[in-house]
């Protein structure tokens, strides 16, 4: 899968909220399992979010703590994180990423293959 674009950060105060979006022209794209990941400079890139082909199964990191939503619309060939919330902890550059395919998703070793990344920027 390719052509991972990722968009929608930016720098917001604590509390505040952002929408991320990937769009993609892949024709896979409705078969693979999709996530959201984020990493800070010096740290090892950690998933935040995953979503399952259908669309209706999701798996979040512990941290997220019901404050992100991932999506996905099949038929525009989109996924998308809300993420409402921020603290200041959350920023990082996040990525788009997908698998090759469509089980397991929850496994953050299933992805391999990557957007170049949004920053996301919470100030207290």
């Known amino acids: 899968l390719s052509g991972l674009i990722e968009s929608g950060g930016g720098s917001v105060q604590a509390g505040g909220s952002l929408t991320l979006s990937c769009p993609t022209v892949?024709?896979?794209?409705?078969?693979?399992?999709m996530a959201w990941f984020r990493q800070v400079p010096g740290k090892d890139r950690e998933g935040v979010a995953a979503?399952?082909?259908?669309?209706?199964?999701?798996s979040y990191a512990d941290f997220v703590n019901g404050r992100f939503t991932i999506s996905r619309d099949n038929a525009k060939k989109t996924m998308s994180l809300q993420m409402n919330n921020l603290k200041p902890e959350d920023t990082a550059m996040y990525y788009c990423?997908?698998?090759?395919?469509?089980?397991?998703?929850?496994?953050?070793?299933?992805?391999?293959?990557w957007g170049q990344g949004t920053q996301v920027t919470v100030s207290s």
């Open positions: 979503i399952y082909p259908s669309g209706i199964t999701t």
């Open positions: 892949s024709p896979s794209f409705g078969t693979t399992c």
């Open positions: 990423a997908a698998g090759s395919r469509g089980v397991f998703c929850e496994r953050w070793d299933e992805y391999n293959y």
